[in-house]
């Protein structure tokens, strides 16, 4: 078997050129869709990702802007600027760039956050109305994930799907959409983590797998069946000393191992992590239509 690998790069660049109609109309109106990142300390791999939000965010013509603080920034200062934020009619979106420094409580900055600038889907009012199946910004790496399988053309109704992760940021909400009454969704989903027992078992019933464990290469080839959809959300840095780097990017995917048994597989990089980009702009121009209603 020889799996269909899934385009993430692609999938993100039809889903941004469906977005333009709907910037050009907020443009005829006036109203340019902000977003304010908030970057807190020096690590590399967040700094890359910002950039690389501002410059899909410029292809676009959008509005975006960095706001940098220093890793030894306490808790008060970072609500201050979100403050700010909320009340600054230029940004229509607010993002903080996660994993955060450990002296700062993120659930607590994720909940300063006004819900209607929430670009990152993770307040707590708009994961709630996603759990009840009610509009909102959704979390923008499970976002994406539906709009891989829908514009594959992967069956999600009647189907196992099995997430391996339960993170709020991908595991519970991304088991939360798939199982909702529509399409993409309408599925079984089963959650296992790093306690759950039997786990290849489980793995092994799953008709599409999303693995969002945080371990590289965890996923090897003997955790499938034949024909699974393969759904890799992992991006782990791996020592390689034969390259100019000394790095290289793998998944939580075994992907020489999984692939050949796969249906279809997204690798890394270029699956998911294009839609998480393409998703944040699609939650900004959806604040900004919101905040236009209102």
Known sequence: ?????????????????????RISILQQKGIVPGLAAVLIGDDPASQVYVAMKAKAFAALGLFSETFRLPVTVDLAEVLALIDQLNSDNRFHGILVQLPLPEHLDS??????????KDADGLHPMNMGRMLLGMEAPLPCTPHGILMLLKYSEIETV???????GRSNIVGK????????????????????????????????????????IGRPEFVRGDFIKD?????????????????????????????DEV???AAAITPVPGGVGPMTIAMLIYNTVFLAEKALQT
């Not at 798939?178 to 989903?189: E, H, R, S």
């Open 259 to 261: 692939a050949p048994k």
């Open 173 to 212: 909400p991304i088991a939360n959409l798939l199982f909702q009454k529509c399409n993409p969704g309408n599925a079984t989903v089963t959650i296992c983590h790093t306690r759950t027992t039997n786990l290849q078992y489980l793995t092994r019933q799953a008709d599409i797998l999303i693995a969002a």
């Open 1 to 21: 078997m020889s799996a269909k690998i899934i385009d993430g790069q692609a999938i993100a660049e039809h889903v941004k050129q469906e977005l333009r109609e």
């Open 107 to 116: 659930d607590r900055i994720i909940a300063q956050i006004d819900p209607q």
């Open 227 to 255: 024909g699974t959809v393969v759904i890799d959300v992992g991006v782990n840095r791996v020592t390689a000393p034969e390259t100019a780097r000394g790095y290289r990017l793998v998944g939580d995917v075994k992907f």
């Open 158 to 164: 009647g189907k196992h799907v099995v997430v391996l």
